[in-house]
């Protein structure tokens, strides 16, 4: 079902207004009137998918949900290979010394590994600069190419279309090749201070010369063209097989069906029961079907789940800065109503979760248990979570209409049971732990609480 409005039950993604709600439908009724293309790519070497309106300033809505099994990926192996070496490259941030690999380690499943300053600080990865950190934790890049463009889609149930797709936890990117700029260009991770600075700087290394060879000479004049080429390449390095290994223990279960360990059963079990977990709402797999592709862990869609505050965090210092999500993006592109999105962030796949050191959009837990409990007992016990403060304290008291206090588990009260015990947490993370790639087996994080908000201690962010 779609995550916009759903009556009762476990479906439900959140909560929007009644006003909101006619006004999403009454546009949507309006830009039927304008030319939209039949049918559109979301998602490259798959079907086009077919599109019956439009909303905002071009965001297709389509009829029908992107199936990743359908993909066929086959960029050039040339230029996955000018993409890899770019990838690495730690001359293209200021001051050098950073490649995209600093926050997408391909030891940590391309995850971050933190420096000591992000652990004992923010959680999030120190940019180029010492002491400057991104505002955001660091996603895994395996798997991102199935990420489809962003998109609306409704089901036949539901009231209204809701949005899917795009890059970044806002998705204000569009595909991977557009997405490379957010990283290049931000003051606190690359730094470069423009494309013509980057020019510069490229022209001075042997990748000049090859992008030329591959995407012309103008490459070597205009900066747009550069960061286009350089977006291109690193694309077809990420929709490469290297990208989605598909080598876990959970994808050895879907191909042979032999059983995972009994308390990694319980977890799966959890994971999908919608009275307990309720986790594969949003996080779908299809544990019937042997192919990995259709088990990402992700529908690609947003909800707003109100993450504690990450006090450590340097911009949220000012009491006033909030990371509102995909409602900037929706302003951007002039959807009906964007404030209903605020709050919003697309839900990430769960692949090599457990190897990750901070959890979140934000980092604020630092280990996967945590992260898992805060879904278990945010609504029974929120004075725990939300530092003693205002329930929902990292979204402004204007938005906090839009939070999902609808779906299993975050639909209880406070003071009430919660929907699953300690030992039940225990057996999803557990199952989690399945999700690891091969490579990445030995680089676990831990399980037991260490430090910020958990279990064990006193909120410290």
Known sequence: MSKAVRCEGHGVRGRRTLHALAATLFAGLTLTAHAAPAETVLLPGAPPSRVVDTIGNGTPQVTGKIDAATARFAPDPMLVALGRRIFFD?????????????CHDPGRA???????????GPGVPEGSRPGRFSQRNAPSL???RYVPRRHFYQDDDAPAPSPFGGLFSDGRADTLAEQIRGPLFDPNEMNNRSPAALLRK????????????????????????????LGSAVEAYLQSDEMAPFTSRFDAFLRTRKPLAPAEMRGLALFRNPDKGNCMTCHTLSDTSSRPERSLFTDFGYDAIAVPRNRALPANRDPRHFDNGLCDTA????WPEPTQWCGYLRTPGLRNVAVKQTFMHNGVFTTLRDAVAFYNTRSTDPGFWYHGAKTFDDVPAAYRGNINVNSTPMNRRPGTPPALTDAEIDDIVAFLGTLTDARYTGRAAPTAPAARITRAAAPVR
């Open 90 to 102: 730690p001359r293209l941030s200021e001051p050098r010394g950073m490649s995209c690999a600093g």
């Open 142 to 144: 395996l798997y991102v």
């Open 331 to 334: 302003r951007r592109l002039r």
């Open 202 to 229: 490229v022209n001075a290394t042997e990748l000049a010369p090859d992008l030329a060879a591959r995407f012309g000479a103008p490459v070597r004049r205009d900066p747009e063209q550069l960061v286009r080429a």
């Open 110 to 120: 391309f995850a971050p590994t933190l420096s000591a300053a992000s652990l004992a």
